[in-house]
């Protein structure tokens, strides 16, 4: 379940950064995506920018990811997620990230904040890199 809120972020955070390359928008703000059911509530809210973009910057689009700023913090219900991780390797997962830092458990409910500056991307403040993560 958190891979797949992790990999909802992920894709919220690309789609604000296309949206921000096609259409030269410099702020670009989610104020709230969530759902509540019986198990609690999943919440998502982030914020993407361009700083200090020039008119060279704008000749190559791709050199415009060193001047992203993006963050977003997602929260979800800790019953939610426990409904989706029954087998043991996942829960294991969960626990190892809760350990490290990259997940926060408080009155039951787990929250991460993912923020992507100056070409790094922390989680909690953390580097992290997904692809070392995902396992």
Do not use: H, W
Request: hydrophobic share 50%; glycine share 8%.
């Amino acid at each position: 379940m958190y891979r797949y809120v992790l990999s909802i972020a992920v894709f919220v955070a690309a789609s604000l950064v296309l949206a921000m390359l096609f259409c030269l928008v410099i702020n670009v703000s989610i104020e709230r995506i969530g759902f509540v059911s019986k198990d609690g509530e999943t919440r998502i809210t982030g914020t993407a920018r361009l700083v200090g973009v020039n008119e060279a910057d704008v000749q190559n689009p791709l050199g415009l990811i060193t001047k992203v700023q993006a963050d977003a913090t997602i929260k979800v219900s800790e019953a939610i997620v426990v409904t989706f991780m029954t087998d043991a390797p996942r829960q294991e997962k969960l626990a190892e990230l809760v350990n490290l830092g990259f997940v926060l458990r408080e009155n039951g409910i787990l929250t991460s904040r993912l923020a992507f500056k100056d070409g790094q991307f922390t989680v909690n403040g953390k580097p992290f890199s997904p692809v070392g993560q995902a396992q």
